[in-house]
């Protein structure tokens, strides 16, 4: 009899998992289900063996295969050894669905059935071993999971599960060369590009967030592909090439393909194919040059100075912005489009409502620095036939011109902030949650490293693994 299950494409190739709940509670597995009907290999001819791995006759009994095949799958289903207890209710399971006449195929379908509803497979729970609120250190499978899901979104291969059983995995020496060894994995993509689409804010451009179609034809699924990949491919090069975090601020080159490298004005670039470019100003290098950033922060029809320098403050910086006032008011529909006025002047004019200056006082400063920048990322030096005014003086005093010194001045006076917020993002993103007070002490310990190794990605990535946080786990989320 032909036999027909649904099992998750987590067990063969797994998508990533948004992050953010408290990881000490149950963290969910991302699962997208595929239909395969057995005895059929998966298409990847490097995915795990067949769920049915083992069949009655010659010399195997049904039972026997039947363990066979709910071993290795419940193992696999829930990262871990399973114990006795219940490994034996889905043997169970088997057995009563023979009793009750179905064939050997059926029977072992309904046990797996149970293991792919169970909150084991369902969820990545990090329990305490007793009912106390004490810190605990999480155990070495559960540190498997962790990892892997930190690095890759994904369940831990055979050689970290190796690690696990044989009590090794917790050794910084051999954390630091499993970290060394995963980021080279093609897998670390995935979960890089779905810690920078969080972090920085981009995951809804071309999604649910577009520039004004009609206004801005330029703007299609290819370049916002570019665009992203651009901002993934220079974190990545960071990361692999033991570059600095600071990179990310200022750069003298980025990563374009034809289509993009047209969109930004740069000549010389041919094909679909993303490539390192030099570039020849410095107007581009950098996050705040990047048209993805550029673009996610502008309004549908127009630049948004306050997006932008409310993007900087909160998102790159770590600041916290307050909500604007119920009597702020809004700049007119029309705005940054009266011919012989810059949108600088409208938002001038904007800012004379008292209850509105204290905040734009920090605001506005940042994001007139990137008007020279259009609402999807192409430079510019005038608007609506006026030159634009992208000076900006902040509430201390200090004044820059510009993209290129409004970088400068970020490095300058903003550089420890900076180093500060990337080292909390990405250790929440490790974690699964928000950082606590308790998360403080690490948080420094990391940054000290940090400046160490001159702000080098892969040291972040190290000292977040062998922080006291990700090796050990508080059961009170709620805990103050």
Known sequence: MAWNIQVPEVYYKPKPQAKGAESSKPQCVAIDWVEIRGPVRPKDASAEPLVFIAQPGNGVSPKDAAETILRRFSERAFRRPVSKRDFNRYIGLYKRAVAS???FEESVKLALSAILV??????RPELAPSRDDAVYRIDEYQLASRLSYFLWASMPDAELFQLAKSKQLRKPAVLEEQVERMLEDSRASVALEGFLGQWLGYESLGATVFPDRRKFKEFDPVLNRAMKDETILAFKATLEEGGSLLDLL?????????RLAIHYGIEGIEGNEMRRVALSNRERGGLLGMGSILTATSSPMRTSPVNRGKWVLETLLGSRIPEPPAD????????????????REEFEMHRRNPSCVDCHEKI??????????????????????VPIDSMGIMPGGEQFTGPVELKEFILKEEKDAFVRNVTEKMLAFALGRELKHYDEGPVLNIIEALENAQYSTETLIKEVVLSYPFLNQHPDPNHE
């Not at 169970?118 to 969820?123: I, M, T």
């Open 364 to 385: 506005d400063p940042i994001g007139f620095g990137l008007e020279n920048f259009d609402a999807i990322g192409r430079f510019r030096s005038t608007e609506n036939g």
């Open 328 to 343: 702020a008011g809004i700049l007119p529909e029309n705005a940054g489009q009266v011919k012989g006025q810059t949108l």
């Open 101 to 103: 006449g179905d064939t």
């Open 118 to 123: 169970s909150p084991h497979f369902l969820y």
């Open 250 to 258: 200022d750069s003298d080159e980025t990563f374009l393909n034809e």
